[in-house]
T-cell receptor, first 115, second 114 residues
Framework: DVKVTQSSRYLVKRTGEKVFLECVQD?????MFWYRQDPGLGLRLIYF???????EKGDIPEGYSVSREKKERFSLILESASTNQTSMYLC??????????????FGPGTRLTVT | DAKTTQPNSMESNEEEPVHLPCNHS???????IHWYRQLPSQGPEYVIH???SNVNNRMASLAIAEDRKSSTLILHRATLRDAAVYYC???????????????FGKGTLLTVNP
């Protein structure tokens, strides 16, 4: 079974702190994603990576950056956390394009609270 | 991605079949129909996907209308563990880059009664 793990389930940080959210997948997937999920807004894509050191902005990249130094690991960085970044953060991965690898595998999520 | 419409909520009894509908009248020829579900306090989980023909897997069945403008996710015997929000999503399988993203709507909240 594919496993996507996230470094923390719950995190509380102060405004202005630098925050690192880590995601690791064990299926050698090329593509990895960071989403955030908020009530009434659904899942929104923050950043996407299709290969090591490659990244693309999603729909809401402002205030975030990412790092992908190794294929299995994709990190989301909040340079200076703000209260409007309080959210559930979900990491996902998927294989290369093709019918059999269509599904995205999600991690359990990190609920981040910025005070 | 084309839009989907699902009921906000549905209720079922344990061990009975559940039919979760999804309308997607603007679906294009290259759009696959995906279903995901999200259990409480967990990340979304892939359920099934298909293009034109009905599909079965160990979790569910997917029935796709002949004109592809609607589909139904079928859980053959609901259990309490199936209580979740179910999302119907259209994806153009030929698109790449950040179009790999999944656009989740509000989904259907399924309640399973014991």
């Amino acid at each position: 079974d594919v496993k996507v793990t996230q470094s923390s389930r719950y995190l509380v940080k102060r405004t202005g702190e630098k925050v690192f959210l880590e995601c690791v997948q064990d299926m050698d997937h090329e593509n990895m994603f960071w989403y955030r999920q908020d009530p009434g807004l659904g899942l929104r894509l923050i950043y996407f990576s299709y290969d090591v050191k490659m990244k693309e902005k999603g729909d809401i990249p402002e205030g975030y950056s990412v790092s992908r130094e190794k294929k299995e690991r994709f990190s989301l960085i909040l340079e200076s956390a703000s209260t409007n970044q309080t959210s559930m953060y979900l990491c996902a991965s998927r294989g290369a394009l093709g019918f059999r690898s269509a599904e995205q595998y999600f991690g359990p999520g990190t609920r981040l609270t910025v005070t | 991605d084309a839009k989907t419409t699902q009921p906000n909520s549905m209720e079922s009894n344990e061990e009975e079949p559940v039919h979760l509908p999804c309308n997607h009248s603007t679906i294009s020829g290259t759009d696959y129909i995906h279903w995901y579900r999200q259990l409480p306090s967990q990340g979304p989980e892939y359920v099934i996907h298909g293009l034109t023909s009905n599909v079965n897997n160990r979790m569910a069945s997917l029935a796709i209308a002949e004109d592809r403008k609607s589909s139904t996710l079928i859980l053959h015997r609901a259990t309490l563990r199936d209580a979740a929000v179910y999302y119907c999503i259209l994806r153009d399988q030929n698109s790449g880059g950040s179009n790999y993203k999944l656009t989740f709507g509000k989904g259907t909240l399924l309640t399973v009664n014991p």
